[in-house]
């Protein structure tokens, strides 16, 4: 599909003001999106679990102007309090977007946001920002041209969210969703996510996702200069095979529910992505001492319980423990009784597999 098809041209409707409120999850990577090309074309596709309790909230009211602005038109409150240093990624977003949404300069907007997970928890919180405020803008479309299906009106939202944070169009749906084109997957693009069409087994039914908080602070290296890093990288080639491979493996996974293989892919998928940034130039290594011996607890766990408690990792300090539901309670004893003292101020969130973006008001 061309880009071009996304962009908005009808205008059916004349609407003054309105607002309108989304609620949208973060995900967590199986496969790893790491590495982009120019308009945030990813280097390899990649897939993940949607998540339930890590969340968004954003409302965005718009007032029409007397006269389109040159200048994007808009405020941001975080919690309530002003926050003007959300504004140049917000506005780099319009930018971005505005081709396929120009109707957003005609507007005076007011975006107020909060997340169900503290802001100084180390969470990204692009993935679930960026596509709530994604899906108010399409909102506004839709209320312009009622016509929009929702199918058109959910993939145009994920294409707009990928141009804000690339991970963030993998957020709208649930509880799998692929990102980027897979020649055994079908309907997958690089342009906009989409839910994992095939046969998914009950073993990964309401998985679990507890994530403990190992580094509270700034993320050390940005997504943006993490991505660039992969130019030149001289692993990179193999790399981005390496992440189709793993996919076409995940498919059998899935299928089978083999969650052994599950286990073995999706760590190694993770130490790959660190692994990225070790040799990269310049290089980072942005695990803590804290999450190796929370991966040598669970590898220690995981022989001799025989349970089915996994890791994996984004690009920071922070532990996603994936696991199935039915381990829940022996799972939970074990971070409450050897995982707990690695994270900062003993924080830790449970989470799980959600089914994607909510619209609340309109
Ligand atoms: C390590 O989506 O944050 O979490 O497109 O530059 O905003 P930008 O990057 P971002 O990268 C996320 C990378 C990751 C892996 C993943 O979620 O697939």
Redesign the pocket.
């Known amino acids: 599909m061309p880009t071009t098809a996304f962009i908005y041209t009808t205008s059916e409707n004349s609407i003054e003001k309105g607002h309108v409120t989304w609620e949208s999850p973060s995900?967590?990577?199986l496969v790893?999106?790491?590495g982009?090309k120019e308009n945030?074309i990813p280097a390899n596709p990649?897939i993940?679990f949607t998540l339930s309790n890590c969340k968004t909230i954003t409302t965005l009211s718009y007032k029409k102007l007397p006269n389109p602005s040159d200048e994007y038109q808009f405020e941001v409150f975080l919690e309530g309090n002003k926050q003007d240093d959300f504004k140049p990624k917000i506005n780099i977003f319009f930018k971005r977007i505005e081709q396929y949404v120009p109707f957003i300069k005609e507007y005076a907007f007011k975006i107020e946001t909060s997340n169900t997970f503290p802001h100084s928890s180390g969470i990204?919180s692009?993935?679930s920002g960026m596509s709530a405020l994604a899906l108010c803008v399409m909102s506004i479309e839709k209320e312009l041209n009622p016509n929009i299906t929702a199918t058109d009106f959910t993939n145009k939202a994920s294409f707009l969210a990928r141009l804000?944070?690339?991970?963030?169009c993998?957020s709208l749906e649930g509880d799998i969703v692929c990102w980027g084109a897979h020649k055994e997957i079908n309907g997958t693009s690089d342009l906009f996510g989409v839910k994992y069409p095939h046969k998914v087994h009950e073993n990964f039914k309401n998985y679990q996702d507890t994530i403990l908080l190992v580094d509270k602070g700034e993320k050390q290296v940005s997504?943006?200069v993490?991505?660039n890093l992969m130019h030149k990288h001289p692993y990179a080639e193999n790399r981005f095979k390496q992440a189709h491979d793993n996919l076409s493996k995940l498919i059998q996974v899935f299928k089978t529910g083999n969650l052994k293989s599950f286990i073995e892919i999706v760590e190694s998928e993770a130490l790959t992505?660190h692994a990225m940034m070790m040799t990269s130039l310049p290089y980072f290594v942005l695990m803590k001492p804290n999450t190796l011996e929370i991966i040598n607890k669970i590898w220690t766990f995981r022989e001799t319980s025989g349970l089915h408690l996994c890791f994996t990792l984004?690009?920071g300090a922070n532990v996603h423990l994936l696991y199935p539901e039915n381990e829940k309670q022996q799972v939970l004893d074990f971070i409450n009784s050897q995982l707990v003292g690695y994270c900062q101020n003993a924080h830790y969130i449970c989470d799980n597999v959600g089914f994607g973006a909510k619209l609340i008001s309109n």
């Open positions: 995900n967590i990577a790893k999106y790491w982009k945030q990649s993940s990204a692009s993935a804000g944070s690339g991970s963030a993998r997504s943006t993490g991505h992505l984004d690009a």
